[in-house]
C-alpha cells in the first residue's frame, strides 16, 4: 500500500521501539466522507500509519449538524470495513470453470492487458456493441465507464434506471422543461406528502431527520403506501392504497381539486397548458369509483384533496415505489406532476425548485456523450422498442431543454434495457453481445429475473468485476478488480448534471493494498485499447475533479472545506423576462407553459394526459399482490450483509403481510414461508404488518455471504432473493421508458 504525505504524516522508528509518543506522532485526523449512501455525511478519521482507526461525524461540514448522523450505524463501521477480512484487494482470475470459485492472484498490469486483449478479439468479430457493462451505486462514480464506452463505441451501458430516477427525470422534464428537487421546511411548508418512499428506511439522514421535525408541528403529513411504514407511523394520515392503482388515485385528487375549484386558478390561466383537455380528463374520477379500484376511502380521497391544495406551500415527495409501477409509473409520475402545478407548488419556495445545470462541468460533457451519439443510435438495442429512452426521444426532449440552454445527461436516460441485453446474450439477437464488466453492482440480485441473467452470463465469453466485497455477480466473472472505496477515494456527487449542486470531499488515505479508484481501471483500458491521452486528458481522478470544478471558480480546497457547492435557488423563474426577447422566461416545452397535456407525447403517438393502465389480475393459483423492493436499515439494496453486527439485528429477508391476510392462511409472524410467481419460487421469514390485506411485500437484495461462494450455492443466491420472482420482459414494460412492473405482480404464499 502507498502512502501520501499530504494526507497522513510519516514517522521514523529508530528501531528501538515505538511507544504511544511514537505513534501519537504518527497520528493524524483528516477530514473527509462518508461512502455508505448517496448523502457522503461528513467525517473526521483518525489516520494512524496509513490506516483508519475511527471516525466521528464532523459537524462542520455537510449535513452539519452531528446529531443527524447519529441515528445512522453504517458510517461507524468505516474501519472496519476498510479492512474486513472479505474485502476484495488484489486482481483475481479465474483459473477454473464459470462459477467454481477457483482464482489466482495476478497483477494489475496482467489484468488489464488480458482484459483488453480479449476486448479487442471480440470487437473485430463483433463490432464494439458486444460490450455491455451494468452499474449500481452507490460506491463508485459512473462518468468514467460511460466516457470509455462512448469512446469503445457502445450503447449498450445498463443498470436500473428505468426502475429508478429516470421516470421521474423524464416526466418532469417533459411536464416542466427540467427536472424539479422537492423542498421542506418545518417552519414554513404547510403540507408534506410522501408517495411511494420511506425515508425512514431509504435515507435516514437530512430528509428524514427534517421528516421528523415537520411531523411535530402538527401540520397535515400525508403517505401513501400499501404498508404502514415507520414513515407512515409518525404521519397524520396514512393512505393504504391498492398496489399499481397510484394513477387512479392521483387521477381522483385532481378530480376533487378541479371540481370543487380549489388550484391555483391565476397560475393555470397564465402558466399552464391543456386546463380545459385535463377537466374534462379527470371527470369520471369521482371519489366513489377511485374507491372501488384504490381502496382508498372517498372520503379519505377528498380529505387529502383539500389539505394538499389548501396548505401551500405544500411538498410532494415520490420514491421509487412510483418508479416501480411498470407501464402505470408514466401516468402517475404525470399526474402527480400535475397535481403540483395546479395547485401552484412549482418553483415555490419550502415547496419544489426547478433545478438548473451545474455551473461545473456536467457529466454530459464528461462523458463525451454528444460527440458519440450518432453513432451510439444506430446501435442502440432498443431503437424499436421504446419512444422516448431512446436517442430519439432524448433528442425531441433536447430540443425543448435547450430553449433554457440546458442538457439532460444522456447516458443515464438512453441506457440499454436490462431486458433486451441479457437476451442479446443468449440469442445474439438484434446482435450478440459476448462480454459484460460490472461495476458497483450485483445483476443477479438487483435487477429483475434472476435466472435469466444466470444463463446469460453463464454464457459470456468475458466478464469482469470492480468491486469491494465477492458476490454473487462476481463469483461468475473471469476477472474480479478491488475498488477503492469509502475513504479510500475522493468524492463529488453531482445528480448527474441534472442540479447546480456537488457534495463529498477529499479521501482519507491512500487505497489499502492494491486496490484502485474505478477511474484508474477504465484511462488504463481505454489507452490499451487505443484510446489517447488527449481522451483521457488527467493523471488522476483526483485531477479530474479539479478541473471540472474549475469553470464554478472553486478550488478543491474550498470545496473540500465544507464539503457542498450549493448557490441558492431561484424561485418563480418562468416569470423572468429573457433580456434576448423581451418576454417571460416561461417553461422550456412546447408550448413554453406547464404541459397539463403534453404535445411532445402526443407526437411520439402517446397520451397527452395521464391514462391509468389495466393492473395484472390476481387469479385462483396466485391470488396476492406482490410488492418488491422493501427496504430495512441498515442494509442498502443488496451492500453490507458481510457485517456480523448488522447481520445479528436483521438475520434473515422478510416478507411482509397483514394480520387479516396471515389469519385466512393459517400462517404466524416468523415463521418459515415460500413465495411463488410464476417465474420462480424464494424463502422468507414472516412478519406481520399493518399494510394493506392481500398483499406481500418482500425485502429485496438479500443474499448468504457466509454460504459457499462458488456453484451451486453462489453465496445463497437462490434462497432469499425477490427477483426470482420477477421480470422485466419487454412486451410487458413501459412502452414510453422501459419500466418493469415490480409492484403489483400476483403471488402466493404458503408455509414451509
Known amino acids: 500500500m502507498g502512502s501520501n504525505d499530504?494526507?497522513?504524516?510519516?514517522?521514523?522508528?529508530?528501531?528501538?521501539g515505538t511507544g504511544n509518543a511514537d505513534r501519537n506522532l504518527n497520528e493524524k485526523t483528516v477530514r473527509t466522507n462518508c461512502r455508505f449512501c448517496g448523502y457522503q455525511c461528513g467525517l473526521t478519521a483518525t489516520v494512524q500509519d496509513g490506516k483508519v482507526t475511527s471516525v466521528s461525524p464532523d459537524p462542520t461540514r455537510f449535513p452539519g449538524d452531528a446529531n443527524i448522523q447519529k441515528g445512522c450505524r453504517r458510517w461507524r463501521m468505516a474501519p472496519e470495513i476498510l479492512d474486513h477480512p472479505q474485502r476484495i484487494n488484489f486482481p483475481m482470475k479465474r483459473v477454473g470453470e464459470r462459477g467454481s470459485g477457483q482464482w489466482e492472484r495476478i497483477s494489475w498490469?496482467?489484468?488489464?492487458?488480458?482484459?483488453a486483449a480479449k476486448l479487442q478479439s471480440l470487437k473485430?468479430?463483433?463490432?464494439?456493441?458486444?460490450?455491455?457493462?451494468?452499474?449500481?451505486?452507490?460506491?463508485?462514480?459512473?462518468?468514467?465507464?460511460?466516457?470509455?464506452?462512448?469512446?469503445?463505441?457502445s450503447p449498450n451501458n445498463m443498470g436500473i434506471g428505468q426502475i429508478c430516477w429516470n421516470p421521474g427525470i423524464w416526466i418532469n422534464s417533459l411536464t416542466y422543461g427540467w427536472p424539479i428537487d422537492m423542498e421542506?421546511?418545518?417552519e414554513e411548508t404547510g403540507c408534506l406528502i410522501l408517495w411511494g418512499v420511506n425515508p425512514a428506511e431509504s435515507d435516514n439522514s437530512v430528509l428524514w431527520r427534517t421528516i421528523q421535525a415537520f411531523s411535530r408541528t402538527g401540520k397535515p403529513f400525508i403517505v401513501v403506501d400499501p404498508r404502514r411504514t415507520r414513515s407512515a407511523e409518525i404521519a397524520t394520515?396514512?393512505?393504504?392504497?391498492?398496489?399499481?392503482?397510484?394513477?387512479?388515485?392521483?387521477?381522483?385528487?385532481?378530480?376533487?381539486?378541479?371540481?370543487?375549484?380549489?388550484?391555483?386558478?391565476?397560475?393555470?390561466?397564465?402558466?399552464?397548458?391543456?386546463?380545459?383537455?385535463?377537466?374534462?380528463?379527470?371527470?369520471?374520477?369521482?371519489?366513489?369509483?377511485?374507491?372501488?379500484?384504490?381502496?382508498?376511502?372517498?372520503?379519505?380521497?377528498?380529505?387529502?384533496?383539500?389539505?394538499?391544495?389548501k396548505n401551500g406551500p405544500a411538498t410532494l415527495h415520490s420514491g421509487r415505489g412510483i418508479d416501480q409501477l411498470g407501464p402505470n409509473s408514466v401516468p402517475t409520475h404525470r399526474a402527480i406532476a400535475i397535481l403540483r402545478a395546479i395547485t401552484g407548488n412549482l418553483d415555490r419556495p419550502y415547496a419544489s425548485h426547478i433545478s438548473e445545470m451545474p455551473d461545473f462541468i456536467p457529466e454530459i460533457d464528461l462523458e463525451l456523450s454528444e460527440q458519440h451519439a450518432a453513432a451510439m443510435a444506430a446501435k442502440y438495442i432498443a431503437k424499436d422498442k421504446l419512444s422516448l429512452q431512446a436517442f430519439t426521444g432524448y433528442e425531441k426532449v433536447r430540443q425543448q431543454t435547450m430553449k433554457?440552454?440546458?442538457?439532460?445527461?444522456?447516458?443515464?436516460?438512453?441506457?440499454?434495457?436490462?431486458?433486451?441485453?441479457?437476451?442479446?446474450?443468449?440469442?445474439?439477437?438484434?446482435?450478440?453481445?459476448?462480454?459484460?464488466?460490472?461495476?458497483?453492482?450485483?445483476?443477479?440480485?438487483?435487477?429483475a429475473d434472476t435466472h435469466l441473467i444466470y444463463e446469460a452470463m453463464k454464457s459470456l465469453d468475458l466478464m469482469v468485476v470492480l468491486e469491494l466485497f465477492p458476490n454473487p455477480t462476481s463469483m461468475l466473472a473471469d476477472y474480479v478488480l478491488p475498488s477503492a472505496g469509502i475513504l479510500e477515494r475522493p468524492l463529488i456527487e453531482t445528480k448527474a448534471g441534472t442540479a447546480n449542486i456537488a457534495y463529498g470531499g477529499d479521501q482519507a488515505v491512500e487505497p489499502y493494498y492494491e486496490r484502485r479508484p474505478d477511474f484508474y481501471f477504465w484511462k488504463e483500458l481505454g489507452l490499451r485499447l487505443g484510446q489517447s491521452d488527449t481522451?483521457?486528458?488527467?493523471?488522476?481522478?483526483?485531477?479530474a475533479m479539479i478541473s471540472s470544478l474549475a469553470p464554478a471558480g472553486i478550488s478543491w480546497e474550498e470545496y473540500c472545506d465544507t464539503g457542498l457547492y450549493c448557490p441558492p435557488n431561484d424561485y418563480f423563474k418562468y416569470a423572468d423576462i429573457d433580456p434576448a426577447t423581451g418576454k417571460y422566461k416561461g417553461f422550456a416545452t412546447v408550448s413554453g407553459k406547464v404541459e397539463l397535456f403534453s404535445e411532445l407525447l402526443q407526437e411520439i403517438g402517446a397520451d397527452p394526459l395521464p391514462t391509468?393502465?389495466?393492473?395484472?389480475?390476481?387469479?385462483?393459483?396466485?391470488?396476492?399482490?406482490?410488492?418488491?423492493?422493501?427496504?430495512?436499515?441498515?442494509?442498502?439494496a443488496s451492500s453490507y450483509h458481510h457485517l456480523e453486527k448488522f447481520r445479528a439485528t436483521h438475520p434473515e429477508p422478510l416478507a411482509e403481510i397483514s394480520a387479516a391476510t396471515a389469519a385466512k392462511l393459517g400462517l404466524e409472524d416468523g415463521c418459515k414461508v415460500q413465495v411463488e410467481t410464476d417465474r420462480g419460487k424464494a424463502v422468507f421469514t414472516l412478519k406481520i404488518s399493518v399494510m394493506c390485506d392481500d398483499v406481500v411485500s418482500l425485502e429485496y437484495g438479500w443474499w448468504y455471504p457466509e454460504m459457499q461462494p462458488a456453484e451451486p450455492d453462489l453465496g445463497g443466491l437462490w434462497l432469499g432473493n425477490a427477483n426470482i420472482l420477477t421480470n422485466a420482459d419487454i412486451e410487458t414494460s413501459d412502452p414510453l421508458i422501459g419500466t418493469w412492473t415490480y409492484n403489483g405482480l400476483s403471488c402466493k404464499i404458503k408455509r414451509l
Open 6 to 16: 499530504n494526507v497522513f504524516i510519516t514517522s521514523h522508528n529508530n528501531g528501538l
Open 109 to 115: 498490469d496482467q489484468a488489464l492487458d488480458e482484459i
Open 124 to 153: 473485430q468479430n463483433y463490432g464494439p456493441e458486444m460490450l455491455a457493462t451494468s452499474i449500481g451505486g452507490p460506491h463508485t462514480t459512473f462518468w468514467p465507464l460511460h466516457r470509455f464506452m462512448a469512446l469503445f463505441g
Open 184 to 186: 421542506l421546511d418545518q
Open 237 to 309: 394520515h396514512w393512505v393504504g392504497i391498492r398496489p399499481g392503482t397510484d394513477a387512479v388515485f392521483a387521477l381522483g385528487l385532481l378530480q376533487v381539486i378541479i371540481t370543487e375549484n380549489l388550484y391555483d386558478q391565476e397560475f393555470v390561466t397564465q402558466w399552464c397548458h391543456g386546463f380545459e383537455q385535463l377537466r374534462q380528463h379527470v371527470l369520471s374520477y369521482k371519489p366513489d369509483l377511485v374507491e372501488e379500484i384504490t381502496g382508498v376511502p372517498a372520503d379519505m380521497i377528498r380529505e387529502v384533496a383539500h389539505l394538499y391544495a
Open 404 to 447: 433554457h440552454g440546458k442538457r439532460l445527461p444522456m447516458r443515464y436516460l438512453t441506457s440499454a434495457h436490462p431486458n433486451l441485453v441479457w437476451n442479446a446474450m443468449l440469442t445474439g439477437k438484434p446482435y450478440p453481445v459476448r462480454s459484460l464488466i460490472v461495476m458497483a453492482s450485483d445483476p443477479l440480485l438487483t435487477q
Open 535 to 543: 481522451d483521457w486528458p488527467w493523471e488522476t481522478y483526483h485531477d
Open 612 to 636: 391509468p393502465k389495466p393492473v395484472q389480475a390476481q387469479y385462483e393459483e396466485y391470488p396476492l399482490i406482490l410488492i418488491s423492493g422493501a427496504r430495512f436499515q441498515p442494509y442498502y
